[in-house]
Protein backbone atom coordinates (compact mmCIF):
# COMPACT_ATOMS: atom_id res chain seq x y z
CA UNK A 1 0.00 0.00 0.00
CA UNK A 2 1.32 3.37 -0.61
CA UNK A 3 2.36 5.38 2.66
CA UNK A 4 0.67 8.54 1.34
CA UNK A 5 -2.56 6.42 1.27
CA UNK A 6 -2.50 5.33 4.71
CA UNK A 7 -3.64 8.31 6.34
CA UNK A 8 -6.02 9.27 3.72
CA UNK A 9 -7.68 6.19 4.55
CA UNK A 10 -7.95 6.11 8.14
CA UNK A 11 -9.24 9.58 8.44
CA UNK A 12 -11.88 8.49 6.10
CA UNK A 13 -12.72 5.48 8.45
CA UNK A 14 -12.72 8.37 10.94
CA UNK A 15 -14.77 10.31 9.24
CA UNK A 16 -17.28 8.08 8.29
CA UNK A 17 -17.84 6.97 12.06
CA UNK A 18 -18.32 10.03 12.90
CA UNK A 19 -20.71 10.85 10.11
CA UNK A 20 -22.58 7.75 11.33
CA UNK A 21 -22.40 8.54 14.88
CA UNK A 22 -23.45 12.00 14.33
CA UNK A 23 -26.14 11.84 12.01
CA UNK A 24 -29.87 12.28 12.51
CA UNK A 25 -31.05 11.70 9.00
CA UNK A 26 -31.12 8.08 8.30
CA UNK A 27 -29.09 8.79 4.49
CA UNK A 28 -26.24 9.90 6.34
CA UNK A 29 -26.04 7.05 8.96
CA UNK A 30 -25.99 5.13 5.41
CA UNK A 31 -23.16 7.28 3.46
CA UNK A 32 -21.29 6.83 6.79
CA UNK A 33 -21.71 3.17 6.58
CA UNK A 34 -20.45 2.94 2.97
CA UNK A 35 -17.71 5.08 3.62
CA UNK A 36 -16.78 2.90 6.59
CA UNK A 37 -16.52 -0.15 4.13
CA UNK A 38 -15.02 1.23 1.25
CA UNK A 39 -12.14 2.92 3.22
CA UNK A 40 -11.82 -0.48 5.22
CA UNK A 41 -11.14 -2.67 2.42
CA UNK A 42 -7.70 -1.78 1.76
CA UNK A 43 -6.61 -2.58 5.13
CA UNK A 44 -8.02 -5.50 4.82
CA UNK A 45 -5.76 -6.39 1.90
CA UNK A 46 -2.84 -4.55 3.25
CA UNK A 47 -0.81 -8.02 3.05
CA UNK A 48 -1.36 -8.97 -0.84
CA UNK A 49 -2.12 -12.82 -0.39
CA UNK A 50 -5.12 -14.91 -0.81
CA UNK A 51 -6.16 -14.89 2.40
CA UNK A 52 -6.68 -11.70 2.82
CA UNK A 53 -8.11 -10.98 -0.54
CA UNK A 54 -10.86 -13.75 0.44
CA UNK A 55 -11.41 -11.62 3.72
CA UNK A 56 -11.79 -8.83 1.42
CA UNK A 57 -14.71 -10.23 -1.04
CA UNK A 58 -16.69 -11.81 2.16
CA UNK A 59 -16.02 -8.73 4.00
CA UNK A 60 -17.79 -6.55 1.03
CA UNK A 61 -20.12 -9.04 0.25
CA UNK A 62 -21.58 -9.34 3.93
CA UNK A 63 -21.57 -5.59 3.82
CA UNK A 64 -23.36 -5.10 0.68
CA UNK A 65 -26.23 -7.60 2.02
CA UNK A 66 -26.24 -6.02 4.82
CA UNK A 67 -26.29 -2.53 3.35
CA UNK A 68 -29.33 -3.42 1.10
CA UNK A 69 -31.46 -4.75 4.38
CA UNK A 70 -30.72 -1.27 6.23
CA UNK A 71 -32.16 0.19 3.09
CA UNK A 72 -34.44 -1.73 3.27
CA UNK A 73 -35.38 -1.47 7.08
CA UNK A 74 -35.42 2.93 6.29
CA UNK A 75 -37.90 2.49 3.26
CA UNK A 76 -40.16 0.56 5.91
CA UNK A 77 -39.86 3.07 8.15
CA UNK A 78 -40.70 6.01 6.09
CA UNK A 79 -43.92 4.30 4.57
CA UNK A 80 -45.27 3.75 7.92
CA UNK A 81 -43.87 7.37 9.50
CA UNK A 82 -43.84 9.72 6.65
CA UNK A 83 -40.10 10.93 7.64
CA UNK A 84 -36.70 10.74 7.10
CA UNK A 85 -35.27 11.24 10.47
CA UNK A 86 -33.71 9.18 13.17
CA UNK A 87 -34.87 11.36 16.47
CA UNK A 88 -38.41 11.89 16.24
CA UNK A 89 -39.84 8.81 15.19
CA UNK A 90 -43.72 8.67 15.09
CA UNK A 91 -43.92 4.64 15.06
CA UNK A 92 -43.55 2.44 18.42
CA UNK A 93 -41.73 -0.49 15.87
CA UNK A 94 -39.19 1.87 14.87
Known amino acids: MNPLAQPVIYSTIFAGT???ALSSHWFFTWVGLEMNMLAFIPVLTKKMNPRSTEAAIKYFLTQATASMILLMAILFNNMLS???TMTNTTNQYS
Open 18 to 20: LIT
Open 82 to 84: GQW
